[in-house]
């Protein structure tokens, strides 16, 4: 039975015999076939889903993390609105260089540096998953990955233990002190460590801020033999990366704990931004150039995935309904657990009501545009011999990923907005179409059949496509941007050449403990304290030799005002003198 996968995988892969190649994606092999492998967390939830339908339970199935999930989703709305504070206008942001592509590697991920030095990871970027880990050393069970060097606490000089505790935020505390994990999936892969805290770099204005992840000592399967050695989590859970680095961010309140995720065309690449885009990128290649929705946020089964409400969906200008007969598909979109944003799951899975008029209407207009000139051909993976794939017999027109856009019909989705408004959003070819693995100048719908469990928004729909997540303010929301140039968006920010994050100044530097008690309220310490006594004096000194100045040059005034008056009053008693002796002078003339 086909089930989709729930997370980063859902993506062809190529298998020799029952060795799996890779987590999350499909590879090409040499013997020319393909296996669709599936997302270790859908295969999980899947059977979460199941068990809570046979059980009759409602939310309250407690998970291998140790705690219930409306339990869990309580807490965390609790912990919002007791700590949510006004953003500093000094804000914090960093963004991320995304690499991988649905055709190569069937996950996105990015590189980052953790430990003390800074020793690099390839991790997958992922929404739907609740905690972040790496693998470990030693560990006799775990994969190659590559290149990719295992995390190695002895190593690192800012590694720290996590006892059981306040420090467990993921896990369970387990007989020998520390705080452990182990998660099991539907088709047996596993994996199993302890939680660890260290430093990590993401670039930016963050900084190194000390996070907790898990430390895998135990990985099988599909987990043990992806060239990834690592997982950054970005669900709705208290050990979410986002919460985490908001908690953490200097000064306090400089990051709000939203991030966004822009994936590349059908090369892949793409960005990843957590806060607040740079403020020139995101005029010119989003404000200028589309237009931003604000769809709500609601809680689903599952309360640490991003669930949406949508209400409608079209194919072109042709409404879906259920089996065409006219039914809305909002209860379809509702059914199991709701629909659900996930940059982990590569392809899109929907519920069977949704799916069959989208595929039919698919089929339909391609058929209608293009009659005898697009021949259907088999997918990569012969067990499915449903898959949904073309080739253009036109030799003048080839299929490309240049004019799939235009060739091919596009789609609309109805999301609902804070205010209940409907929201109809305009989605290109690229997001649901992928490259044939075998057939050259064929594409295939990536969009596949998820039965009744619900239906899953996957990694493709974020090409070209900016999702701005935002579950930590009052009114809970992704922005979703349409039609943005995220390849050129990935060009115009600065990375790093060697880890992939934006390049940064040093961060502002921690406020530091007093050394002595010092005068109460202050806050000052015995260093900072000179520092402004030495800047109040000197600005005593300049205002002294301004006041002598001015002193100075006024007696100077006064004295040659003086010495003027001095010396008008001597000339004018000489010439009084003078004029009396004149007239004395004269009388005398006059007597004789």
């Known amino acids: 039975e086909r089930r989709s996968g729930w997370g980063a995988n859902g993506d062809d892969a190529h298998r020799e015999e029952d060795t799996i190649s890779s987590t999350f994606h499909h590879l090409s092999k040499g013997n020319g076939q393909h296996v669709r492998h599936f997302s270790l967390k859908h295969r999980k939830i899947d059977l ?5 339908k046979e059980e009759g339970e409602d939310g309250d ?167 990834a050695n690592g997982m950054i989590a970005l669900g709705r859970a ?12 200097y000064p306090p309140g400089s990051y709000d704990g939203t991030f966004g995720l822009c994936l590349g065309s059908f090369e892949g690449g793409g960005v990843l931004s ?53 039914e809305g598909l909002m209860e379809a979109f509702r059914a199991g657990y709701g629909t659900v944003l996930d940059s982990g799951t590569t392809y899109t899975y929907l519920h069977e009501d949704v799916f069959i008029p989208f ?39 080839q299929l490309s990923e240049s004019n799939v856009s235009y060739l091919f019909p596009t789609f609309n989705l ?34 596949f059949d998820n039965g009744q469990q619900g239906s899953i928004i996957g990694g493709i729909f974020a090409r070209n496509t900016l999702f701005e997540f935002d579950d930590e303010s009052a009114q809970q929301t992704v922005k979703i941007s349409p039609k943005v140039d995220c390849d050129g968006l990935r060009e115009a920010m600065d990375f790093d050449m060697a880890t992939g994050a934006t390049r940064h100044p040093p961060p502002p530097p921690a406020p530091r403990a007093p050394e002595s008690p010092g005068t109460p309220g202050t806050g000052f310490d015995r260093d900072r304290a000179k520092e402004a006594r030495e800047q109040i004096m000197f600005k005593v000194m300049i205002g002294g030799f301004i006041i002598v100045g001015t002193l100075f040059f006024a007696a100077v005034g006064l004295a040659r005002m003086y010495f003027w008056k001095i010396k008008r009053y001597r000339q004018f008693s000489k010439w009084m003198k003078l004029r009396n002796e004149t007239d004395e002078f004269e009388d005398e003339d006059d007597d004789v």
């Open 48 to 52: 979460e889903f199941r068990k809570e």
């Open 238 to 249: 208290e050990a979410g990366l986002h919460r985490q680095l908001k908690k953490k961010a």
């Open 414 to 447: 109805t999301f609902i907005g804070v205010n209940e408004e409907e929201l109809p959003i305009q989605f290109l070819p690229e997001n649901y179409l992928f490259v044939h693995p075998n057939e050259p100048n064929a594409f295939c719908v990536g969009v």
């Open 359 to 397: 595929i039919s209407q698919i089929e339909d207009k391609v058929e209608n545009d293009h009659g005898s000139n697009f021949f259907r051909v088999n997918g990569g993976d012969p067990n499915y011999p449903n898959d949904v794939c073309w080739r253009n017999l036109n030799e003048n027109q």
């Open 61 to 227: 199935y407690e998970n291998g993390l140790g705690y219930e999930e409306d339990d869990f989703g309580d807490v965390a709305v609790s912990q919002k609105r007791s700590k949510r504070r006004r953003a500093l206008k000094q804000s914090s942001s960093a963004g991320l260089e995304l690499n991988g592509k649905a055709r190569d590697t069937g996950y996105f991920y990015a590189t980052v540096l953790i430990g003390t030095p800074g020793h690099q990871f390839e991790v997958i970027v992922d929404t739907g998953s609740t905690y972040t880990f790496v693998t470990c050393y030693p560990c006799a069970s775990c994969g190659q990955h590559g290149s990719n060097a295992p995390y190695d606490a002895a190593k690192s000089s800012s590694y720290e233990r996590v006892p059981c505790g306040s420090g467990c935020i993921f896990g369970n505390c387990r007989a020998s002190g520390l705080c452990e994990y182990d998660e099991k999936f539907s088709e047996d892969s596993q994996v199993g460590g302890h939680v660890v805290s260290d430093v990590i770099d993401v670039g930016g204005s963050l900084g190194t801020p000390r996070i907790h992840f898990g430390c895998n000592s135990l990985e099988t399967n599909m987990l043990k033999t992806q060239k």
């Open 274 to 326: 957590l806060g607040k885009l740079p403020e020139q990128h995101y005029a010119n290649f989003v404000t200028r150039k589309t237009h931003t929705s604000t769809v709500k946020l609601v809680k689903g089964s599952k309360s640490q995935y991003y669930n949406v409400e949508v209400h409608r969906m079209f194919v072109r200008n042709t409404e879906l309904t259920k089996n065409m007969g006219g």
